[in-house]
């Protein structure tokens, strides 16, 4: 799974590549503008990469982010293109490092008519805009920007190029290409700064960053490219982000062995649904549970009124159903691998106190749990410490509402930072968190935080909630810990919805559901011998 990482991460894993692999700032940055130069060239399609028929602006602060530019101007005269570089600060602003990086330059320009140096945005300006440039290249700031809030103010001349840059852009005068990141854009949170620029390519250094999937991130970074600057993966910290591929995804499902019994192939006890005079939540229970059989658990008993039971023996007849009886409940939870708790299970007093009493009992909370929807009601109403219930593998799968339930933060909050937050609440209370969205997060007790970046609006429609339940109770039943469950079964669960239909607006449940075992079974593909 590659790494998505936070400002402070990259700046760790920069500092330890120097430390422990004892290379050099001025190598890593050689790296990156050498890098980003290939990903311009390979990107404009050009014969050897060479850039000879190319123009290029090229804006730099006074950070790294600007000494990635300076590098970066040198690789692409060596391809042959035309480049103005404009230097927003006094040299002797400058770190050692990026005065040497001009000093090259300014060499450089004393040889070559292709390259003009600018020592400030109003001498370009005459010639920037009788100019028309292959691209503008933004390298004014990168991760050593932070920010409080969304909207912050930058300072000029910072803010003067950025609008300039917005402006060319907006005429649709040139593409433009952020450097590691959009300049006013905070990596890890996505917060944007007044202005911040919206870039046409992003050329990242070495991982992506958080702030790149979450608030203004991503509008603004356009089609994002990692330029590989050695600094492998072992230098970044157990616990950062990973983005959940197939081969995880794969990894996580457990194939049937040959002499496997149904019983073996995992015991799924769904608790969902719900039947009154006035309403029914049926569709709920019916759809976690046609979402389990068709991750091929083993045996799916769903417990539900049994006044319902006839319309989920319509539509789901491998799956026995139980009663909400006490005698009836323990016996199936003993029995179970792992239960899921919650989808449209009612909210009346008795649904409540149903839930306090089973998060409350050994029984329950020795077992795999997936809580979903109602049974989160019922924990955010009655207060229950889940750390101190003692649940010993669960997960909980919140949207941002009902995180915002359970948790007393505002919803504007934990969008702000979905990763933090998650990671909060699952160290504080022990249990997996995955928290809903696009993109969905999904954190573990010991801190890790995996991503599922799949996955459409398609998925935005009633019942599919249910239908991941039924998934990661599946996964859970048939060997992984609720972790691995929801990050695997989130990201079937995103596949299926592709695959459900051509236009995703039209998608339903229904859809989604039937195409459960294609999502998996692609992962699977046999391939004929070959005679
Ligand atoms: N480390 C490495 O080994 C490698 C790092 N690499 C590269 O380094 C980049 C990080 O470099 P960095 O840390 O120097 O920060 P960077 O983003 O260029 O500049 C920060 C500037 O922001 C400014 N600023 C702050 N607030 C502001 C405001 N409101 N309005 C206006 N300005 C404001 C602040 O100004 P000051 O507060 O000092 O006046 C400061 O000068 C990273 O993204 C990657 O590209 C690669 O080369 C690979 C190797
Ligand atoms: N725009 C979107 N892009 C990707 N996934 C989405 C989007 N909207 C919703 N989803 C996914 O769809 C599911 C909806 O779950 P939920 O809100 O609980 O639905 P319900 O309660 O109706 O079953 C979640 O897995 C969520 O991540
Ligand atoms: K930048």
Wanted: glycine share 8%.
């Amino acid at each position: 799974m590659n790494a998505i990482v936070t400002g402070k991460e990259m700046a760790q894993a920069d500092n330890a590549a120097i430390d422990k692999l004892l290379t050099s700032e001025t190598r890593l940055m050689e790296l990156a503008g050498r890098q980003a130069a290939e990903i311009i060239s390979r990107s404009l399609h050009r014969e050897n990469g060479q850039l000879h028929d190319c123009g290029f602006l090229i804006l730099c602060g006074k950070g790294n982010n600007g000494g990635d530019g300076f590098v970066l101007a040198r690789h692409l005269l060596n391809k042959g293109a035309s480049v103005d570089v404009v230097t927003l600060y006094p040299p002797d602003s400058l770190k050692d490092i990026n005065r040497e990086g001009l000093g090259i330059l300014q060499a450089y320009a004393s040889h070559s008519s292709r390259l003009r140096l600018f020592a400030t945005l109003d001498d370009a300006m005459n010639t920037i805009e009788q100019q028309e440039y292959t691209a503008i290249i933004d390298a004014l700031l990168g991760t050593g920007l932070n920010l409080e809030h969304e909207g912050v103010t930058l300072r000029d001349p910072v803010r003067s190029a950025i609008e300039l840059i917005n402006s060319r852009s907006s005429q649709n005068a040139s593409p433009v290409i952020a450097l590691d990141l959009p300049s006013g854009l905070d990596a890890t949170t996505g917060y944007s700064a007044a202005p911040t620029i919206r870039a046409d390519m992003t050329i990242t250094m070495a991982y992506r960053k958080t702030g790149f999937f979450f608030n203004a991130g991503p509008e603004l970074t356009g089609e994002v490219h990692t330029a590989e600057i050695s600094i492998p993966p072992f230098l970044l910290p157990e616990t950062c982000c990973r983005e959940i591929d197939d081969e995880y995804a794969s990894a996580c499902f457990t194939l049937r062995s040959p002499s496997s019994a149904k019983h073996t192939n995992g015991k799924l006890l769904i608790i969902a649904g719900s039947l009154s005079p006035e309403a029914s939540m049926t569709g709920a229970a019916i759809l976690a549970t046609r979402a389990a059989l068709a991750c091929g658990t083993g045996y799916v008993c769903t417990s539900l009124p049994l006044e319902a039971a006839a319309a989920l023996h319509a539509t789901a007849p491998a799956a026995t159903v139980i009663s909400r009886k006490p005698d009836a409940l323990e016996q199936k939870i003993r029995w179970a691998d792992a239960i899921v708790l919650g989808c449209g299970l009612g909210r009346t007093p008795a649904d409540l106190e149903l839930v306090r009493r089973l998060v409350t009992s050994r029984v329950f909370t020795t077992k795999k749990v997936v809580l979903d929807a109602d049974a989160l009601f019922a924990l955010a109403e009655s207060g229950i410490d889940l750390a101190q219930s003692g649940m010993q593998d669960a997960v909980l799968t919140p949207h941002n509402g009902e995180f915002s339930r359970l948790t007393g933060l505002a919803i504007p909050d934990i969008s702000a930072d979905p990763i933090m937050h998650a990671r909060v609440f699952s160290r504080n209370h022990n249990v997996a968190l995955l928290l809903k969205g696009n993109p969905t997060v999904i954190s573990s007790p010991q801190g890790k935080v995996h991503l599922n970046t799949s996955g459409t609006e398609a998925l935005a429609t009633a019942g599919t909630g249910d239908i991941l339940s039924g998934m990661i109770g599946a996964l859970a039943a048939k060997g992984c810990s609720t972790f691995e469950a929801a990050s695997a079964a989130s990201w079937f669960h995103a596949r299926a919805g592709d695959l459900a239909h051509d236009l995703s607006s039209l998608v339903t449940a229904e859809q989604v559901v039937h195409r459960i075992p294609e999502a998996i079974s692609e992962m699977f593909s046999i391939t004929p011998d070959t005679p």
